[in-house]
């Protein structure tokens, strides 16, 4: 039976279980499980992070929903036609995605935002049956760790190419891969990544697309 992109009742990190059920019981309206992947099977278009949230996907369950990161992320993702509607940091809106899906290397929310390796490793499986889905032609990785596993999760292994904010790297199969820093607040705010740095990366993914729709490919 094929691996499944997304498991709600997953508790194979005994760390990251224990410390959802802890916050879950200081926060009873916190999702506080596993946080889905966003947007339509057959995208050609994967974002990857590092992990939900706190304050953000955490509690809404929804990624790179309710915290600061959202915001950049996609007003982006809107001005290069990947996204449409109106974004709610509550995720009370009507924000849709087009031809874009969004997942993290970790799915649960580990404690300081930093996974250990073995929970990487161990959620990395989630992450290969998504990327396995008809249609993908291009994937950002934000932040060196979801560059890391996104390698691991296409058989490769991690030094095949090298981080670095705005890298280009075609990988076996056709598919490109793209990096960024991680649209975080710490990034934002200490001027590391900026709107126009984002905005780069993804008019150069929109350009990957294009193109290949142009193609037929």
Known sequence: MPEPTYRADCRDCPR???FLDDVKARNPGYFCKPVPPFGGGDAALVIVGLAPGMHGANRTGRPFTGDHAGY????TLKKFRFATGRFSPDGDDDLALTGCR???AVKCLPPDNKPETDEIRRCNR???ADLRQPGLRVMVA???IAHGALLTALGLKKSHCRFAHGAEHRLPGGVTLIDSYHCSRYNTNTGRLT???FEAVFRRVRALVDARDC???
């Open 126 to 128: 989630f992450l290969a």
């Open 195 to 197: 709107p126009e740095m």
């Open 72 to 75: 950049l992320l996609y007003d």
């Open 142 to 144: 934000l932040g060196l």
């Open 16 to 18: 990251l279980a224990a």
């Open 215 to 217: 193609a037929g490919a």
């Open 102 to 104: 969004i997942s993290n």
